[in-house]
């Protein structure tokens, strides 16, 4: 009891908030992220790939992010000591998992191992407009072969999972480049291995070719260059020569002529670099394996533009890029870009074994990607229909049971409507459980009353378009237009009214 007053005692209680960078979901949000994972996940099990479950916590060293000189572990996780002393942290992604998991079971999996995994990462980061602490990514990769055949085989199953989504040909296209490549070309042009910061320095600049274009870059290669704002960013000063052999390398749009194949102006970039030399050979063997397959350069192309984090990958990079424009938070049209990225890293395994596994992954960023296809009218939800209780709770459980149970998919099985009875009680006014009914997002609302009910009759009411119509109300006769949004019909009637209503099969 004292501790009961103690709770109640003014300023004990905790205040109602989310953490920075995390947020709450609910029904529909959730519903849709689950269709689109499991049409992904079809995708992928259709390949012969296999689900894999690994901890939300993996130890800290494993994951690679820790500073043994301080106190706590914060290199972008979130981490804690464990009972033992251990450093725990939240996984950061899902493929330092993986990793840990092939090191340890090495000796009793299949070579090459195939597998898929979804689920929810951490990043330790500072949070902004659209980024979050906690999101949701899927995952496959193929661990044990060096084959561009594993590398060319993931991004076919990420263009089947994009298609399989409703996206069209020429709604996206991935692009490979290779870390080999980038290599040759620095080689190329006489900037050495140990050169960090010159090298880095080209990297970003060549990742800023969207968004800064032919001369930004070339400013950024050369001398540097001072944006709007007048802050200076520092060049990598590369000679003409050089920057000229690294834009070859680049080849933007409209740099050389239309239709040139890529391959060849790679080949003129990297000279006779050895590495570069490789990373062409890769990329080729990749793009023929594609084209073999019927997979063409409207969907998979070489991008020498292409950066992804490349002191992680040792080879073949991928990026999947949406081409349509959407709507950002500022109202302004803008082209959707990336949905899902990945590459080779082969030394990743290497970190626990001492020995290098070949290992090649994709992942898709399935929030992001959901955004791209909800702003395109794609991957709808599925609509919900309220069954309200009108003085006899059973009809209106009998009746969202029958509807579940015949607006089925007669192949697949699979629900097309949600029906729910309403629960709030059987005395509550019909306008109170309309709006709960809008509330929820209903697209059909389905009652009676006793004489209805004793007539064998339903009323079915269309909340969609009466919210529609009701907005252009401006006299008696636009009001019963409004009021035949509504239809009464027979009971047996009920699903056949309600296919018809919905343009349902």
């Not at 802050?231 to 070859?248: F, H, S, Y």
């Not at 709030?424 to 006793?450: E, I, P, S, W």
């Amino acid at each position: 009891m004292a501790s009961d007053k103690k709770i109640a005692q003014k300023g004990s209680k905790p205040k109602a908030r989310l953490p920075r960078g995390f947020r709450d979901r609910f029904g529909a949000e959730i519903a849709a992220e689950r269709r689109l994972v499991d049409i992904i996940r079809g995708v992928y099990e259709s390949y012969g790939f296999e689900p894999l479950q690994t901890p939300t916590f993996e130890y800290t060293d494993a994951l690679g992010k820790f500073l043994p000189d301080v106190d706590r572990p914060n290199e972008g996780v979130f981490s804690l000591r464990d009972d033992d002393e251990q450093w725990l942290s939240l996984r950061y992604d899902l493929t330092a998992p993986l990793a840990r998991y092939v090191a340890e079971n090495f000796q009793h999996l299949p070579k090459p191992f195939r597998r898929y995994q979804t689920g929810l990462v951490y990043r330790n980061e500072k949070p902004g407009p659209g980024r979050f602490r906690e999101f949701t990514q899927f995952d496959a990769d193929t661990v044990g072969s060096n084959s561009p055949a594993a590398d060319a085989e993931l991004l076919m199953m990420v263009c089947d999972a994009l298609e399989a989504l409703g996206l069209n040909r020429g709604e996206y296209i991935v692009k490979i480049n290779n870390r080999k490549l980038l290599d040759g070309v620095l080689e190329a042009v006489g900037v050495p291995s140990d050169d960090k910061e010159r090298r880095g320095i080209i990297l970003r600049a060549i990742d800023k070719m969207d968004r800064l274009g032919l001369g930004g870059v070339r400013q950024l290669l050369g001398p540097g260059r001072t944006d709007e704002s007048g802050d200076r960013t520092k060049g990598a000063e590369l000679t003409e020569t050089q920057i000229n052999q690294v834009m070859l390398f680049v080849a933007p749009e409209g740099y050389l002529p239309k239709n040139f194949d890529p391959l060849l102006r790679i080949g003129s970039a990297v000279g006779p670099s050895a590495i570069g030399t490789l990373g062409l050979n890769e990329v080729r063997g990749i793009r023929d394996i594609l084209q073999a397959a019927g997979y063409g350069e409207d969907q998979v192309q070489v991008d020498t533009s292409i950066i992804r984090g490349l002191d992680y990958y040792t080879g073949p990079v991928f990026e999947a890029q949406l081409t349509f424009k959407v709507k950002n938070d500022e109202g302004q049209e803008v082209v959707f870009g990336s949905v899902a990225g990945g590459g080779r890293y082969d030394d990743l395994v290497a970190r626990f074994t001492g020995q290098q596994v070949p290992a090649t992954g994709i992942s898709i960023g399935v929030s992001r990607l959901l955004t791209a296809l909800q702003q395109r009218d794609l991957h709808s939800e599925t609509p919900l229909i309220v069954v309200l209780s009108m003085g006899d709770v059973g009809w209106s459980f009998s009746v969202a049971k029958e509807l579940r149970e015949k607006l089925k998919d007669p192949i697949s099985g699979k629900l097309l409507v949600r029906a729910e009875a309403y629960v709030g009680g059987a005395k509550k006014k019909l306008q109170d459980q309309l709006k709960y009914a809008d509330k929820r997002g209903a697209v059909l609302v389905v009652f009676a009353g006793d004489d209805e009910r004793a007539n064998g009759n339903v009323t079915i009411k269309d909340l969609k378009r009466g919210a529609e119509l009701s907005k252009s109300v401006e006299s008696r006769a636009d009001y019963l237009g409004a009021r035949n949004a509504q239809a009464t019909v027979s009971r047996n009637d009920l699903v056949a009214k309600i296919k018809e209503k919905l343009g349902l099969r």
